[in-house]
């Protein structure tokens, strides 16, 4: 799903909301999960997941066009741990 295909679920199931609101909805929570991720915060929902980060240590990599090779700085990439309920559900026969 993409955010257009989100707004406009969120849009039929929610006919007193007006399109502008429920694209400032979307934006807000999608903002505070970014906010709290940046300030190496966890995000959970229930049922849903987790997002956090995770911290990647420097390492020596390789220019795939040239084969040089290229210091990687360290650096915290976004982790999503999915929750009992949705495994189940991907796991369901």
């Not at 406009?8 to 429920?22: G, S, V």
């Not at 505070?32 to 049922?47: D, F, W, Y």
């Not at 997941?49 to 420097?58: K, V, Y």
């Not at 390492?59 to 495994?87: D, L, M, Q």
């Amino acid at each position: 799903m993409i955010r257009s295909e989100l707004l406009e679920k969120l849009a039929e199931e929610n006919p007193e909301l007006k399109p502008d609101e429920i694209e400032k909805i979307v934006d807000l929570f999608f903002n505070q999960i970014s906010q709290k991720l940046a300030e190496g915060g966890r995000v959970e929902l229930r049922g849903f997941g987790a997002f956090s980060t995770r911290q990647r240590n420097p390492r020596i990599g390789r220019n795939p066009r040239t084969g040089e090779s290229v210091e990687v700085p360290a650096k915290r990439v976004p982790y999503f741990k999915p929750g009992k309920e949705i495994r189940e559900r991907l796991n369901e026969d």
